[in-house]
């Protein structure tokens, strides 16, 4: 034996003898031992309830972690009943529904053409559009022969932005022009035709847009 040669047993020599993990030779003299020793006999007996109590401990740690467990899963199953599980998915569904159609709203409305009817010219009054929106312009163009025009837009600097080919009819011009994506001034120009069909003839009228 090793650690029983002592007078008394060590604490781990008993807890071997106890939970009966010692060796054949270790064991007989320990019994030899605590025959006449109450010393000892007390000490085993501590050990004895201090293991109860652990085990106790243990036991109670481990039912109370299972029952927490099962209440855990019987309401994960109450809850997901089958009306609920549809309702859950359905308000997920509804909510990315919702964060998608704002964004999609948006582009689309972004998207509609605000029709704007502009009977004034050379700066005598001017139509207020909004920005971000195409605009579908009927111009006015009275006492203008029918045929064949070229729309020009330009900044208030007088920088070109669009043009493209129109025409008169019933002493209006009907064309469509890009969303204006900034605020401030902008000018409508009606020319003629110029001689090569891509070139601007004469000024016939000037329309102002006031972007908001």
């Not at 071997?16 to 031992?33: A, G, M, P």
């Not at 029952?67 to 308000?91: D, K, M, N, V």
């Not at 997920?92 to 009977?119: D, K, M, Y």
């Not at 001034?185 to 016939?204: A, E, K, M, P």
Request: hydrophobic share 40%; glycine share 6%; net charge negative.
């Amino acid at each position: 034996m090793q650690d029983a040669v002592l007078d008394h047993p060590s604490e781990d020599v008993l807890e071997r003898f106890l939970f009966r993990n010692s060796s054949l030779d270790e064991t007989e003299v320990i019994e030899d031992h605590i025959v006449g020793c109450g010393d000892c006999i007390t000490r085993l007996e501590d050990l004895e309830d201090y293991a109860a109590v652990f085990r106790q401990a243990s036991y109670e740690l481990s039912r109370d972690a299972r029952l927490q467990a099962e209440r855990h899963a019987e309401r994960r199953a109450r809850w997901l009943t089958p009306w609920r599980f549809a309702w859950a998915s359905a308000a997920a569904s509804l909510f990315i529904a919702i964060s998608f159609v704002p964004g999609h709203l948006s582009r689309q409305n972004a998207a509609i053409p605000i029709r704007v009817s502009v009977s004034a010219w050379r700066g005598v009054d001017i139509a207020s559009v909004a920005t971000g929106h195409p605009l579908d312009l009927r111009l006015n163009s009275t006492d203008l022969a029918a045929g064949a025009v070229v729309v020009q837009l330009v900044d208030s600097r007088g920088i070109e932005i669009w043009h493209g080919p129109a025409s008169v009819r019933d002493e209006s011009v009907t064309v469509s022009l890009p969303a204006l994506s900034r605020q401030g001034n902008y000018f409508v120009r009606l020319y003629s035709v110029g001689s090569h069909n891509d070139t601007y003839g004469d000024l016939l009228r000037e329309f102002g847009l006031r972007a908001k």
